[in-house]
């Protein structure tokens, strides 16, 4: 098991309203990801980081900031939440050369 | 990344091998074929993954035709647990460990019929 929690695991919030999601792993891993799961869309990738405050965009990262100052912390943060970022974000790590390690998620919604 | 094809929808009955289909006619020589599920609401789960030689792990078996523009996911006894969405992805293996950005379709939705 890689050690990898996310929180929090819901949150309903309103529109306009900051939101930062935290994914926290144990073991010391260089990457992690975000991503967000909708119906007919499969997982999309956010952001990624490759270190402490090194970070890139994914596909759908219009509306999202992250931030990692830490090894084991990866924030994300939504300025001001729509309802079009309702949906369950997973946060991910790379545990090897061709795995990433999935958290439980956090289930986001905005109303 | 090359796109991948599945079919939405797959039964198999428990006990019996289920076989997950993916086509990738466009894959590039330097292109890996990974599969991860993901079993209800959770987090999506790695599988397998290959180049071009069939594998095999404890959980299932990846054969990849010799022009590499499809592969089969195999679970040799099928279980109810394995009811779950399956994804095939295609993605360059980068000289950056670890640096593997997803690119997840919407899968197959296997369900194993009791």
């Known amino acids: 098991d890689a050690g990898i929690t996310q929180s929090p695991r819901h949150k309903v919030t309103e529109t306009g309203t900051p939101v930062t999601l935290r994914c926290h792993q144990t073991?010391?891993?260089?990457?992690m990801y975000w991503y967000r799961q909708d119906p007919g869309h499969g997982l999309r990738l956010i952001h990624y980081?490759?270190?402490?405050?090194?970070?890139d965009k994914g596909e759908v990262s219009d509306g999202y900031s992250v931030s990692r100052s830490k090894t084991e912390d990866f924030l994300l943060t939504l300025e001001s939440a729509t309802s079009s970022q309702t949906s369950v974000y997973f946060c991910?790590?790379?545990?090897?050369?061709?795995?990433?390690?999935f958290g439980p998620g956090t289930r986001l919604t905005v109303t | 990344d090359a796109k991948t094809t599945q079919p939405p929808s797959m039964d198999c009955a428990e006990g019996r091998a289920a076989n997950l289909p993916c086509n990738h006619s466009?894959?590039?020589?330097?292109?890996?074929v990974y599969w991860y599920r993901q079993i209800h609401s959770q987090g999506p789960q790695y599988i397998i993954h290959?180049?071009?030689n069939n594998e095999t792990n404890e959980m299932a078996s990846l054969i990849i035709t010799e022009d590499r523009k499809s592969s089969t996911l195999i679970l040799p006894h099928a279980t109810l647990r394995d009811t779950a969405v399956y994804y095939c992805?295609?993605?360059?293996?980068?000289?950056?460990?670890?640096?593997?950005?997803?690119?997840f379709g919407t899968g197959t939705r296997l369900t194993i019929i009791p």
């Open positions: 991910a790590i790379s545990v090897g050369p061709y795995e990433q390690y």
């Open positions: 290959g180049l071009k």
């Open positions: 073991e010391n891993h260089r990457y």
């Open positions: 992805i295609v993605r360059v293996a980068t000289t950056n460990f670890g640096n593997e950005k997803l690119t």
């Open positions: 980081s490759y270190g402490v405050k090194d970070t």
């Open positions: 466009t894959i590039s020589g330097n292109e890996y």
